[in-house]
């Protein structure tokens, strides 16, 4: 074995296929394909890659970039910001943050949040500060994979829009940029930004591109099974089916299809967030993203998220369609300002509190409970991420959270209990339940922001 870890194992005899690096570690990013000089990675039907072992020449460059077995979280916040560590929270380093939206009422619209990373990529390639982003839309033939793409005018980033929870390795785009001539933009979840950083460390002409980073806030996505188990429950064929929506309609959007004949169905009566997503994700979040502590694409120039923020009464604040950026580095701030002086955007600054109320609720999903699987599995034997970061041993509390996290899992594992989850969820009674959660979430949210503000007083 390497140093780096990489295994020539298509020196021997072996029947599998010869993955990069084991699946469990894999985020699926697709960074690997771009760098292999013979082109020898394909994808399988879950999008793990997979070398062709008759073609390969062994030199270990899949893996040297590969994100999703080691992230030197330490040397890359040192690279770009200039210090040695994460600062508390999931936010990041970022000079300034804003609630922004597409001031095309129809680009808002089509987008899952704000439609403000479609708004400003069309600013900037029709400002020529770039001449293609590198999006994610849909298979041609087949409205429920999603496959990265190269967009060069508004209808084309207009079709991309709006998020696809679920796994694609959109940085084996990078394989066609560099081919190409011109400036790209390149949006995408934090693996898939790691993976790029890590390209451009050992594939060098890529820095010289100046690829612009737009970053997506990312909880986990879902593996596609979660979009086909979903429409087998509704007796819903493929064939049937024009496009798919994991956030259509009004904001915050629900999972919604339309169909050949035009029309547009529901898959479930609440909206994505408080309904389908809620659900899935115990279902269909792939091991690997549950040991993922990227939440906010921290090394993007920008991150975009929504903005989960209640106000006093309980409900969401913003709820007409917005998105939360930060601009991280000086670039990330001068396009935003830019698009926002030549009228593409509206952005409102937003305080550093404002910020961390939006990321507050997923502080332990994303920052401790990684890191306390990460030293499970390692007292199992089993492989890690490594992320350079300092790793506190979990408290009795962390640990307590774990096991009732863990069981919330348990039902992810077969088809047969993922089916049971799903008429249990989507019947009569889930919506029922649904709707007391969301009452009492609402209900929590008051009565703590009350105490909160009765303590000030
Ligand atoms: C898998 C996933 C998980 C997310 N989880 C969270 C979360 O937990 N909390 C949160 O606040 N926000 C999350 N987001 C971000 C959020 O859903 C919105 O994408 C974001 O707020 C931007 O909205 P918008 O209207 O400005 O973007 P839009 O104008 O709708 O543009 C979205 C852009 O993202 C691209 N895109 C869509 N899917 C993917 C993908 N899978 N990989 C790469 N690019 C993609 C589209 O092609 C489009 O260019 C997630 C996004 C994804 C893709
Ligand atoms: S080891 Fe080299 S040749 Fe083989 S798959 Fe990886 S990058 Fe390609
Ligand atoms: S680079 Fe990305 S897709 Fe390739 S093996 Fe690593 S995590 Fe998987
Ligand atoms: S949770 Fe992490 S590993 Fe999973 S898709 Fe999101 S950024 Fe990638």
């Keep these: 074995m390497s140093e780096d870890g990489y295994l020539p194992l298509h020196k021997q005899q072996h029947s599998e296929p010869l993955y990069v690096v084991p699946k469990d570690l894999c985020t699926r990013c697709g960074a690997c394909d771009p760098i292999c000089p013979v082109d020898c990675i394909s994808f399988d039907k879950h999008k793990y890659p997979v070398i062709d072992t008759k073609t390969c020449v062994d030199c270990g460059l899949c893996v040297k970039v590969c994100p999703g077995i080691d992230f030197d979280y330490t040397a890359q916040y040192q690279k770009m910001f200039g210090v040695e560590q994460p ?104 693996c898939q930004i790691e993976g790029l950083r890590k390209l451009e460390k050992v594939y060098k002409p890529l820095v010289r591109r100046e690829i612009f980073t737009i970053g997506l806030a990312c909880h986990g996505t879902l593996e596609k099974e979660g979009t086909t188990e979903l429409l087998s429950h509704r007796r819903l064929p493929q064939e049937k089916i024009k496009r798919f929506f994991y956030r259509g309609g009004n904001f915050p959007g629900k999972f919604q299809i339309e169909t ?13 967030k408080d309904g389908a997503y809620n659900y899935l994700y115990h ?21 975009v998220s929504d903005f989960w923020v209640r106000g006093e009464d309980g409900e969401y604040l913003h709820p007409e369609g917005t998105s939360m950026v930060m601009c991280r580095t000086e670039r990330g701030q001068k396009i935003l300002q830019q698009m926002r002086e030549s009228g593409y955007i509206t952005a409102m600054p937003l305080g550093q509190q404002e910020v961390e109320a939006s990321f507050d609720h997923l502080y332990r999903d994303k920052r401790v409970s990684p890191f306390v699987r990460i030293q499970w599995r390692e007292t199992q034997g089993l492989s890690v991420p490594q992320y350079h970061l300092p790793i506190s041993p979990p408290t009795k509390e962390d640990l307590r959270h774990e096991g009732l996290r863990q069981a919330t899992f348990i039902f992810s594992k077969r088809k047969w209990t993922r089916q049971l989850m799903l008429v249990i969820f989507f019947s009569r009674f889930g919506e029922v339940f649904t709707a007391v959660k969301m009452r009492y979430k609402a209900f929590k949210a008051s009565r703590r922001l009350r105490k909160q503000a009765s303590k000030k007083k």
Aim: glycine share 10%; proline share 7%.
């Design 260 to 272: 050949l004949d035009g029309q547009r169905l529901d898959l479930h009566r609440f909206d994505y």
């Design 283 to 303: 279902l269909y979040t792939p091991q690997r993203c549950l040991m993922c502590p990227d939440y906010s694409a921290e090394f993007a120039d920008i991150s």
């Design 87 to 190: 600062p508390e929270g999931l936010g990041g380093i970022y000079k300034s943050a804003f609630l922004t939206f597409a001031n095309n009422p129809q680009v808002q619209a089509e987008g899952s949040g704000g439609g403000l990373v479609s708004q400003l990529l069309i600013g900037m390639v029709k400002e020529g500060i770039i001449d293609a982003a590198l999006t994610v839309g849909y298979e041609p033939e087949d409205p429920i994979t999603p496959t990265p793409v190269i967009c060069h005018t508004e209808a084309e980033i207009r079709a991309t829009a709006g998020s696809k929870y679920c796994v694609v390795p959109h940085a084996k785009v990078i394989r066609d940029v560099k081919k190409l001539e011109g400036k790209f933009a390149f949006v995408g979840v934090g």
